[in-house]
């Protein structure tokens, strides 16, 4: 059965920390892995992974994908209040748009 | 460029009721799939339509339809209520259909008294 499982669930810290957001696999037909940031209602898309090893970076965020191990991290550095979201991990299979998901981690970074 | 409407935002039913969701994509975008939401599960796939065909389904009751109008906007229905069904509806659109980026509207808050 394919499953997406994300670690913490929650996570407190304070502004200027840096966090790592794990999430493991298990997926048929894997074809990319995405991270979206659900602040309020919508997700909005942050990475997407289809390789190995190559980090993908945007500002204070960076996500690298091991598929042999089938996992995923996503790194956020020097935290901000405007962080505090729940980050989604989902995975997709070839030829669809039906992505697996992760219930998520929630980030609370304290001022 | 508008992003992904949903309608209505909230909406209170009772058990045994029906209920239809609409979603608007991005101008462009022929695919469109629904998810549910809830704290415990997370996020579920419900189904997904690209140029009016059901692409891939879920696993949910047959309670829970979809359809695409040639226009790419799509509809869900649930229909005999449970008070499980009380979730946020998020509806995504795509311009293709392949397991990429997917543009989400701000959701339907579905509660079932």
């Known amino acids: 059965e394919d499953k997406v499982v994300q670690s913490p669930l929650s996570l407190v810290v304070h502004e200027g920390d840096t966090v790592t957001l794990n999430c493991s696999y298990e997926?048929?037909?894997?074809?990319?892995l995405l991270w979206y940031k659900q602040e309020k209602k919508a997700p909005t898309f942050l990475f997407m992974l289809?390789?190995?090893?190559i980090e993908k970076k945007s500002g204070r965020l960076s996500s690298i994908l091991d598929k042999k191990e089938l996992f995923s991290i996503l790194n956020i550095t020097a935290t901000q209040t405007g962080d505090s979201a729940i980050y989604l991990c989902?995975?997709?299979?070839?030829?669809?748009?039906?992505?697996?998901f992760g219930t998520g981690t929630r980030l609370t970074v304290i001022p | 460029k508008a992003g992904v409407t949903q309608t209505p935002r909230y909406l209170i039913k009772t058990r045994g009721q029906q209920v239809t969701l609409s979603c608007s994509p991005i101008?462009?975008?022929?695919?469109v799939s629904w998810y549910q939401q809830t704290p415990g599960q997370g996020l579920q796939f419900l189904f997904e339509?690209?140029?009016?065909?059901?692409?891939n389904k879920g696993n949910f009751p047959g309670r829970f339809s979809g359809r695409q109008f040639s226009n790419s906007r799509s509809e869900m229905n649930v229909s005999t209520l449970e008070l499980g069904d009380s979730a946020l509806y998020l509806c995504?659109?795509?311009?293709?259909?392949?397991?990429?980026?997917?543009?989400f509207g701000e959701g339907s808050r579905l509660t079932v008294l």
């Open positions: 989902a995975v997709g299979g070839t030829g669809a748009n039906n992505l697996f």
């Open positions: 289809t390789s190995s090893g």
């Open positions: 995504a659109s795509s311009p293709v259909v392949l397991a990429g980026e997917l543009f």
């Open positions: 997926v048929t037909n894997f074809r990319s």
């Open positions: 339509y690209f140029s009016e065909t059901q692409r």
């Open positions: 101008s462009g975008h022929r695919s």
